[in-house]
């Protein structure tokens, strides 16, 4: 099973999550707590996304090499990465305006710290209740799975790794092994050689002795 969330899927999250956390930027210095916090949370998620859009090709070789056992892994990426882009969408959407008003107000230079105070009461007043609190859980659980899943991919590839490391290892002591048993094989064979060699050279001499005391006797 292929891996299911693009390339393009994350860039997408790390596009909205950097135009909120550009327009909450514009006005922090103004902008009520909860606000603040909220941009906080999108700053960890962005971070995170980064890191997940750097490492989205060796997960993909990783996932393609052993499927099977990244399946599940792979599954609830996919699922997190689209509940990530969904909440990112509702919480663009829900401020679009406000964010449109704050941009433009630019031009009015004498009054922009009023301006961004009022247009920030406006996303209060209709974000209001838990709103803020909910989006900023929502980004936070988003954030902590996507860096568990992270965790699991990595300690997968070290254990990969180390087991391929084991299995080298194991290898090259059996070659190690055959190459001891090889040595002491020929060493065998060399001596058995040599003495045979030496007996060939012996036995010619004994019998040509043999012979001249057979002539000095007759």
């Not at 959407?93 to 941009?103: H, L, V, W």
């Not at 058995?192 to 060699?197: F, N, R, V």
Request: proline content about 1%; overall charge positive; charged content about 20%.
């Amino acid at each position: 099973m292929s891996l299911g969330v693009s390339i393009g899927d994350i860039i997408l999250c790390i596009e909205i999550a950097h135009r909120l956390i550009s327009a909450s930027t514009k006005g922090r210095k103004n902008a009520p707590k909860d606000i603040k916090e909220l941009q906080d949370a999108l700053h960890g998620l962005c971070y995170t996304l980064n890191i997940l859009k750097r490492e989205h090709g060796s997960i993909m070789a990783r996932a393609a090499s052993d499927h099977n056992s990244n399946i599940q892994t792979n599954q609830c990426l996919t699922y997190v990465i689209a509940s990530c882009q969904n909440t990112l969408h509702e919480l663009d959407d829900a401020t679009a305006q406000y964010r449109e008003a704050i941009d433009g107000q630019g031009a009015a230079v004498g009054c922009f710290g009023n301006q961004l105070r009022i247009q920030w009461k406006r996303v209060m007043w209709s974000l209001r209740g838990d709103t803020f609190m909910k989006y900023r859980q929502k980004l936070q659980m988003h954030t902590d799975s996507l860096n568990l899943l992270l965790s699991t991919f990595i300690w997968s590839a070290t254990g990969r790794i180390e087991e391929s490391g084991r299995k080298r290892e194991q290898r090259l002591n059996d070659l190690l092994q055959q190459a001891s048993e090889f040595k002491e094989e020929f060493q065998r064979s060399m001596h058995l050689l040599q003495a045979s060699i030496d007996n060939a050279h012996w036995q010619p001499s004994h019998l040509l002795g043999s012979r001249v005391s057979m002539c000095l006797s007759g």
